[in-house]
Nanobody
Framework: QVQLVESGGGLVQAGGSLRLSCAASGIRFSMYTMGWFRQTPGKQRDLVATISRGGGTNYADSVKGRFTISRDNAKNTVYLQMNSLKPEDTAVYYC????????WGQGTQVTVSS
């Protein structure tokens, strides 16, 4: 059974930082491209960042220079370090694992107050 469990969300003031974690089980983690997405009510789920199995990264323009995605294959975990947070970063953040198919986590709420 595949499980992706996000953690680390919460309420933070603008300019603050949070680190999200996504722990994976039931997959050969090192083979998967891992990604973080976010969604606000009534809007589509948007890409935040991805990291390939080789460690290559890709970021949405809106988070470049502020967010960093990383992975620890020994812990089957992907991280998203979020710095200089803005109110517009408020969303539910989802973890995704992609190889031959996609798996999603349940999401974690991030709220940035102004």
């Amino acid at each position: 059974q595949v499980q992706l469990v996000e953690s680390g969300g919460g309420l933070v003031q603008a300019g603050g930082s949070l680190r999200l974690s996504c722990a994976a089980s039931g997959i050969r983690f090192s083979m998967y491209t891992m990604g973080w997405f976010r969604q606000t009510p009534g809007k589509q789920r948007d890409l935040v960042a991805t990291i390939s199995r080789g460690g290559g990264t890709n970021y949405a323009d809106s988070v470049k220079g502020r967010f960093t995605i990383s992975r620890d294959n020994a812990k089957n975990t992907v991280y998203l370090q979020m710095n200089s947070l803005k109110p517009e970063d408020t969303a539910v953040y989802y973890c995704r694992a992609t190889y031959l198919m996609d798996y999603w986590g349940q999401g974690t709420q991030v709220t940035v107050s102004s």
